[in-house]
C-alpha cells in the first residue's frame, strides 16, 4: 500500500553528516526525504499527514554495525524479530548482524536466509555480514565474491579473530579486490588465555585473571601492518584501551585505510562496575581502566574512533548465572545504545552532533549506504529524541528475548520517542519519567 506523505515539524533538526542544527521540519515522501526547511514549513502536499515532534530532536537514524541476533540456530538467545524490535525501541534504524550463527553465515545461501527472513519478520533494516572463514574455524577463507554478491555488507568473524597472519593477508587481498570491508575483533586468544576481566588491581583484588591490554594491541599492530601491505580496507570492530588509540593514531596519520570502532560499554562504563562479580559486565573486549575510557572518549571527539556499536550480544540465563570467570561473554546494548550513549553528552564530554554521526554518518559511510544525513532524497530513516525524559532500565521491559543488560536498574536521560524505517513509524515511545 502506498504510504501517506507525512510532515514532521515543530522539531529541533540535527544533520550530524553536515554538523547543522536548528528548528525545521522534513517531508518525508514515499519513504524518502523528499525536503528539509530549516526554520520554515514546506509547502505539503493534500492529504500528508503531519506530525508534531514537541520540540524533540530529529536526526537521521542510528546505524549499528555490531549486533548478534540469534536467528538461524539460536532462536532462545534473539530472534530478527525481537533484535529488530529492540533496535527500533531504541532509535537503531538498521544492524548489521553478525555472522556466529548455526549454521555460520558462511554461503550465499545463509545470507539470503537472514535477508529474507528479515524482510517477513524484521521492523528495521537488517544487513548481513558475512563469515571471513568457513565455520568461523580460521583455516579457509569464504568466498568474498558470491557472499557480497548475495547481499553480505562487510566479513568478519564475529567474536573470533583471524590469527593465521597468512590467511589475514589473503583475505585483506580479496578485500580490497572486491571493494569489500574487513571488520576484525582485535583480541589475540593466547594472550587472552584464561583471562576474564583487565589486568591490573581491580583483578588480583577480585582473584580473577587477566586480560593485558597486549591482547588487543598485538592483534591490531600486526592487522596495521597486513593492511600496509595490501592496501585493504580495514576496520577494527572494537578498540578499548589507550595504546590501541595511538596504533590507529599513526596508522590514519600515515594515510592507511583503517577505521575503528568503540562499544558504547567502553565508553561509559569502567572495570570498576563489576562489583561484586556482576556477570552482565563480562565482555570482550573486557572493560577497562578508567583512564582508558577517557582515552577513547578523546580519541572519539578527535576523530580517531569512527563509530559507536551496541556489541549487542545476548545471553541465556544458564550462560550467565554462573561465577564469573564461567560465565559467558556478552551483554544486550542495541534498546539501550542511544540512552547509554548520551551520558556523554549529558556529561559535556561529547556534543550531540559527534555522538549521532558516530552512530549514523560514520556506519552509513563505511557500509556504502545513503543513510544517516538529512537530505532530499536520502531514506526516511529518522530518530526523534527526547534528550532530557529521565527513566530507570527495567530489564524485563527490553525487548530483546534474553535480559543480560549492563545497564539493568540505571538511570540513564535521554531516549528514542518515535523512529521512522523507509517512512513507516515503527516504534513510539510511552515515557513519562517512569521505567523503560
Not at 43 to 57: A, K, N, T
Not at 202 to 223: C, F, K, Q, Y
Not at 239 to 251: M, P, Q, T
Amino acid at each position: 500500500m502506498a504510504q501517506r506523505p507525512a510532515l514532521l515539524t515543530t522539531t529541533r533538526l540535527l544533520d550530524p553528516s553536515t554538523g547543522r542544527e536548528g528548528p525545521g521540519s522534513v517531508l518525508v515522501v514515499d519513504g524518502r526525504i523528499a525536503e528539509v526547511s530549516w526554520g520554515a514549513t514546506p509547502g505539503v502536499p493534500e492529504d500528508c499527514e503531519r506530525i508534531e515532534c514537541g520540540h524533540s530532536v530529529l536526526a537521521p537514524g542510528l546505524i549499528d554495525l555490531r549486533a548478534f541476533v540469534g536467528e538461524p540456530g539460536a532462536e532462545h538467545r534473539e530472534t530478527l524479530a525481537s533484535a529488530s524490535a529492540a533496535a527500533a525501541a531504541g532509535g537503531v534504524t538498521t544492524l548489521v548482524c553478525m555472522p556466529d550463527t548455526n549454521p555460520v553465515i558462511d554461503g550465499a545461501p545463509i545470507v539470503d536466509f537472514v535477508l529474507r527472513r528479515a524482510r517477513d519478520t524484521a521492523s528495521v533494516n537488517v544487513l548481513p555480514s558475512a563469515a571471513i572463514t568457513k565455520g568461523l574455524a580460521g583455516r579457509e577463507m569464504t568466498e568474498f565474491g558470491l557472499l557480497q554478491e548475495a547481499g553480505a555488507v562487510a566479513f568478519t568473524d564475529g567474536l573470533k579473530a583471524v590469527t593465521n597472519a597468512q590467511l589475514m593477508r589473503r583475505a585483506l587481498t580479496y578485500a580490497r579486490d572486491f571493494g569489500a570491508l574487513l571488520m576484525q575483533h582485535v583480541e589475540e586468544p593466547d594472550l587472552v588465555g584464561d583471562g576474564v576481566m583487565n589486568e591490573g588491581e581491580m583483578a588480583s583484588r577480585l582473584g580473577l585473571h587477566g586480560i593485558p591490554r597486549e591482547a588487543e594491541t598485538v592483534m591490531l599492530e600486526r592487522d596495521i601492518r597486513l593492511v600496509r601491505l595490501t592496501g585493504a580496507r580495514y576496520h577494527a570492530a572494537m578498540i578499548s584501551c589507550a595504546d590501541s588509540v595511538e596504533i590507529v593514531r599513526r596508522a590514519k596519520q600515515d594515510g592507511l585505510p583503517v577505521t575503528c570502532g568503540v562499544s558504547v560499554n567502553n565508553l561509559v562504563l569502567n572495570e570498576g562496575d563489576i562489583g561484586h562479580y556482576r556477570t552482565f559486565c563480562k565482555l570482550s573486549p573486557p572493560l577497562r581502566s578508567e583512564a582508558d575510557r577517557h582515552a577513547v572518549i578523546a580519541a572519539l571527539n578527535e576523530g580517531v574512533i569512527d563509530v559507536i556499536v551496541s556489541d549487542h550480544n545476548p545471553q541465556d540465563v544458564e550462560t550467565k548465572r554462573l561465577p564469573f570467570a564461567e560465565a559467558a561473554d556478552g551483554a544486550l546494548g542495541i534498546e539501550t545504545l542511544l540512552g547509554a550513549a548520551l551520558r556523554l553528552v549529558h556529561t559535556g564530554d561529547v556534543s550531540l552532533a559527534r555522538l549521532l554521526a558516530a552512530v549514523s554518518t560514520n556506519p552509513a559511510k563505511l557500509l556504502g549506504r545513503e543513510a544517516g544525513r538529512l537530505a532530499p532524497g536520502a531514506p526516511a530513516d529518522l530518530v526523534l529524541i527526547d534528550t532530557d525524559v529521565p527513566y530507570v532500565i527495567d530489564k524485563r521491559q527490553l525487548k530483546s528475548r534474553s535480559k543480560n543488560s549492563p545497564f539493568d536498574e540505571a538511570r540513564l536521560q535521554g531516549a528514542a520517542m518515535m523512529t521512522m524505517v523507509g517512512g513507516r513509524i515503527v516504534h513510539r515511545s510511552d515515557l513519562s519519567g517512569a521505567a523503560a
